[in-house]
């Protein structure tokens, strides 16, 4: 399994850094993850390039046009993965593209436009978007994106919280990199494991303290549990602290936990 990400966006150049580091640089190495950035802008054919208007109706603040996203987007999903505009036929010698024919995209990819309208991301959303093997991912900027562009050519609307971003390409990139963690090895086994039931993904509990050297560290000792080699009693402390700390932290989420009796019987006391 493989994923590939056409990310669409008028700010291309803010994903290289992200993509060029850690674990989503070695996953592109694997060949795991593959994503091709499209440039919004170069499918506009006006001599401007201009990709956003003023409201209807009026009011301030300026929309994303729809054809240079809807040209774009089915320009692009029409094509393998991996398919990109040549940059020297960026805005003149552009596939042709009919406005008013909408193209007969692929079913199985998701067209996902990053807003804080959308459904509010969690890991039972990554993952359930992980087992795609294409996804489009819209970045939104100025003060939204014409209606046309949810009601007939996006399939989901996500949104990485509850505030309000400059655009939707942070949004994309958190996407991009918690989808990415999930493709089976793109992770090293050490890393791999902790994403069993309390993993830090928020799939289950918080979790607890955690130390490496040295012993002292400005007075604070490692609690000595850690260092008795009785595996099956390190075991149960790291279960009873991330317990500890998501009723301190997160009480929300042991709701969503299954929880053994002797769990139980731990927070109770
Ligand atoms: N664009 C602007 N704010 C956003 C958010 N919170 N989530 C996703 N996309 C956004």
């Known amino acids: 399994h493989s994923i590939h990400f056409d990310i669409f966006t008028l700010f291309p150049s803010m994903f290289c850094g992200p993509l060029s580091e850690s674990i989503l640089k070695r996953a592109q190495e694997k060949g795991l993850l593959s994503v091709a950035l499209h440039d919004i802008r170069a499918y506009t054919t006006d001599r401007h390039h201009i990709c956003d208007d003023t409201p209807y109706g009026g009011g301030g603040g ?47 990819v998701p067209i996902i436009l990053l807003t804080p309208q959308g459904r509010r991301l969690n890991q039972a959303i990554v993952t359930e978007l992980s087992h795609f093997s294409r996804l489009a991912l819209i970045c939104g900027r100025y003060e939204g994106v014409d209606e046309r562009v949810r009601t007939q050519l996006v399939s989901d609307e996500i949104s990485i919280g509850d505030y309000v971003l400059s655009g939707g390409e942070l949004a994309a990139m958190v996407l991009v990199d918690a989808i990415t963690r999930l493709v089976p090895g793109v992770l090293g086994y050490a890393e791999g494991a902790q994403q069993d039931s309390y993993s830090p ?26 260092l008795s080699g009785h595996h099956g009693h390190v075991a149960r402390w790291r279960r009873e602290q991330a317990l500890l700390r998501t009723l301190q932290r997160r009480p929300d989420l042991l709701q969503m936990v299954n929880l053994s009796e002797e769990d139980r019987a731990f927070l109770r006391r």
Request: proline residues 21%; glycine residues 8%; without cysteine.
């Open 201 to 226: 993904g928020l799939g289950g509990l918080l979790e607890g303290p955690q130390y490496t050297r040295p012993y002292t560290f400005r007075g604070e000792q490692v609690p000595d549990i850690l």
């Open 62 to 108: 300026m929309i994303m046009k729809p054809e240079p996203i809807f040209r774009a987007v089915e320009t692009v999903l029409t094509r393998p993965p991996g398919w990109q505009l040549p940059p020297e036929d960026a805005f003149v010698n552009l596939p042709p593209w009919d406005p008013e024919a909408p193209a007969p995209l692929p079913a199985d």
